[in-house]
């Protein structure tokens, strides 16, 4: 359990003096968590945050979306406890049914904002921030937005970069970041897929003259990095995704590297590239089956790559590069702030900037 504002109530504005009891309740997916933060950071109040761990078999699986804590891990999760929140903020179905849960312990009294489609009982939601991707119906509680709500982290970016200089210098430009998601239960994203998206990424940096550095994340299997690790040249550096690990080269190339090359399964990439307004390729990835990708109810899985590039912020890899439009820049976080104020008859104004935590 942490606060999670760098204003201490005390210090807050007159209108913050009002502001709600308000809880961040997170999970294990950095750039869910991110997303959740930018929100409460554009707010300008104090906020606290819960963190949930999922019991092992919840960790990939997909629990029935009810008020309950049948699928976290009470052990290793910080305790959900009165004095309830009056406001809370959360994204995804495992997070939702928590929330949930601490809405009928507070016997209504908790307004949630959920970030993402909710699989049952919208109805139980003061807010849904529905981006692109999200098939969702008009409702009063619903707000569209384009992008997600994700917002780099400038100065990590660069303290990152500072650090990474020296050791990056010798690698000749221009540099190539391919940076690996995996796969969803629509694509496939298998070794032979993530051998043509290595041989694809090479191409293009030898093409250019210069190298390539490829780093996977969380999501990662490692027979996909054994996959990539066997079609890049010799002495291609390859990062293999470790937990918690104070070397991941990801921010460091956020701020180094020249061109990026990111999966079509990874928004949270996607957004952090463009948002910094840098060359950005999407490696597409094969449909599971075609016909389920088209009927597939919850989500449009090509939103936001093809925002993307109708944009001109990105192009698809293994054609020319364009130069981006500039950063993805849009108003949504300070159009979400005013709807979650305006639940609490708060005045809409004093946003500031906020900042995504970074994988």
Do not use: C
């Not at 201490?8 to 933060?37: F, H, I, M, Y």
């Not at 460091?252 to 079509?264: C, E, I, K, Q, S």
């Not at 159009?335 to 946003?351: E, H, I, K, Q, S």
Request: charged share 25%; hydrophobic share 45%; net charge positive.
């Amino acid at each position: 359990m942490s606060a999670g504002s760098d204003r201490s109530p005390d210090a807050a504005p007159a209108s913050a003096q009002r502001a709600p009891r308000t809880w961040l309740l997170l999970g294990e997916k950095p750039g869910d968590n991110a997303q959740v933060r930018v929100l409460a950071d554009a707010l300008g109040w104090p906020w606290e945050t819960r963190t949930l761990r999922m019991r092992p078999e919840w960790v990939l699986g997909k629990p029935r979306v009810r008020p309950s804590l049948d699928h976290v891990d009470l052990a290793r999760s910080d305790a959900l406890a009165p004095p309830w929140p009056e406001l809370l903020i959360t994204i995804g179905r495992r997070l939702s049914s928590a929330a949930l849960w601490v809405q009928r312990e507070s016997r209504g009294a908790t307004k949630l904002v959920l970030i993402g489609k909710p699989r049952r009982l919208a109805g139980r939601f003061a807010l849904i921030v529905a981006g692109a991707q999200y098939r969702l119906g008009a409702r009063p509680n619903v707000v569209r937005i384009g992008l997600p709500l994700l917002r780099v982290d400038a100065d990590a970016v660069r303290a990152a970069a500072d650090a990474w200089r020296e050791r990056l210098a010798p690698l000749p430009r221009p540099l190539l970041a391919l940076l690996v998601g995996g796969p969803t239960k629509a694509v496939r994203f298998d070794p032979d897929v993530a051998r043509a998206i290595a041989k694809r990424a090479a191409d293009d940096a030898a093409r250019a003259g210069g190298s390539l550095y490829v780093s996977t994340s969380r999501r990662t299997p490692e027979a996909l990095a054994d996959a990539l690790a066997e079609a890049l040249p010799p002495a291609t550096p390859l990062y293999r995704w470790r937990p918690d690990d104070p070397d991941n080269p990801y921010l460091p190339l956020l701020g180094l590297a020249d061109r990026f090359a990111v999966t079509a399964d990874s928004a949270t990439m996607m957004v952090e590239v463009a948002r910094l307004g840098r060359p950005l390729a999407i490696a597409a990835l094969p449909a599971r089956r075609p016909w389920l990708r088209a009927l597939t109810r919850a989500r449009d899985l090509d939103a936001i790559p093809r925002t993307l590039l109708a944009r001109g912020l990105a192009s698809e890899l293994g054609e020319p590069w364009r130069a981006p439009a500039g950063p993805a820049l849009d108003d949504d976080v300070a159009v979400v702030a005013a709807r979650v104020r305006a639940l609490f008859d708060l005045p809409a104004g004093g946003d500031r900037e906020a900042t995504s935590a970074a994988k």
